[in-house]
């Protein structure tokens, strides 16, 4: 006899769906999962599935026997998705774990409550990411597979749009350079809501090295910054013997979080002791993103310059939110040669 299997009550799947806005919670889905039907009775037809998180017998995908038959089949084990990613789910239990599917339902009502009461076309797509964090086999011929493996599972082929492959591609040659060039036995890949993580622990390798030689990973890196510059950064730094590289989106950030980063705040000779100060606690860092006051003008510019040139010490300078149309970009060029400025 087979072993009963802890399904969920109408109710809670009613709420599940309810709670994702009716949309597949994997977040390179999110397809509808109701609708109108002409062939059925109820006129409604439902492609919605209330699937286990953790497996509802022995036998089954993720099944944790540390858990009791009411917590398997309680909603906070659920998750709502179509049902073709609801089979997908159980067909790879490596790569799609308990952590992962709690954090797609969390990113999933988030959006849903992001959108809800909103006219479709104030929506767009959510840009949010999900959390989630992966350790890759860095065997060079999966390198490839797996990082476009772990930006799918996070959402960033709708979060980023025409953007994805720019950012799927630059990370890919990171990745590849960590290992074939750096040693790295090793690459860990991690997300939040507004940015991806590259770090491994091989020699250190970063984007002034990149940009000195190669081919692939230097193409990857100038075109990046050249192709998405004012919607994506790209950092390096090197900190406790790891080399981590950011990939953060500016659209969600605004400059808040940005590693590498100085937010110039007020002006005149309090902002360059500030920035100063700033910039010293900056470790691990080969070039530096300056977020300037909308406040700034020509003094504040020489201020900071005078404040920071030695500082920087070879290293180069991104500063952002200086108009292109700003008079401002003709001193920062004299006073810092090495900077490179943003919209």
């Not at 919605?48 to 995908?61: E, F, K, N, T």
Request: glycine fraction near 10%; proline fraction near 4%; charge should be negative.
């Amino acid at each position: 006899m087979a072993t009963p299997r802890d399904g969920f009550s109408v109710a809670d799947q009613e709420q599940l769906a309810k709670s994702a806005g009716n949309k597949c919670s994997a977040p390179f889905c999110r397809a509808p999962t109701s609708g109108p039907s002409s062939s059925r009775a109820s006129g409604v037809s439902n492609v919605g599935v209330a699937a286990h998180i953790s497996g509802a017998r022995p036998g089954a995908a993720r099944y944790n026997r540390n858990l009791s038959s009411a917590q398997r089949r309680h909603r906070d084990n659920a998750i709502w998705l179509c049902q073709t990613h609801a089979n997908m789910i159980d067909d790879d239990e490596v790569r799609f774990t308990p952590q992962l599917l709690g954090a797609w339902r969390q990113a999933a009502e988030q959006r849903a409550a992001d959108e809800l009461g909103r006219p479709v076309l104030q929506q767009g797509e959510s840009r949010m990411l999900v959390p989630h964090r992966t350790v890759m086999d860095p065997t060079v011929g999966s390198i490839g597979h797996r990082v476009d493996e772990f930006l799918t599972d996070i959402g960033g082929p709708i979060a980023w749009s025409d953007d994805y492959h720019r950012v799927r591609m630059s990370l890919y040659e990171i990745a590849l350079n960590a290992v074939t060039h750096g040693g790295a036995m090793t690459v860990t890949m991690e997300s939040e809501r507004e940015a991806v993580h590259l770090s491994d622990s091989g020699r250190p390798f970063g984007k002034a090295r990149l940009l000195e030689g190669g081919r692939g990973g230097n193409r990857a890196v100038t075109d990046f910054d050249e192709q998405t510059r004012g919607t994506f950064l790209l950092t390096y730094r090197r900190v406790d013997e790891l080399n981590i590289w950011s990939v953060i989106d500016e659209v969600l950030t605004e400059g808040a979080d940005v590693p590498c980063r100085v937010v110039i705040q007020g002006t005149g000779q309090t902002a360059g002791e500030q920035a100063l100060a700033d910039l010293r606690a900056l470790g691990g860092c080969d070039e530096v993103h300056f977020y300037a006051s909308r406040l700034a003008s020509y003094s504040d510019i020489y201020i900071i310059a005078d404040k920071v040139r030695a500082e920087l010490a070879g290293r180069r300078m991104f500063i952002h939110g200086i108009p292109a149309s700003s008079p401002l970009r003709t001193v920062i060029a004299e006073q810092l040669p090495m900077t490179v400025v943003g919209e």
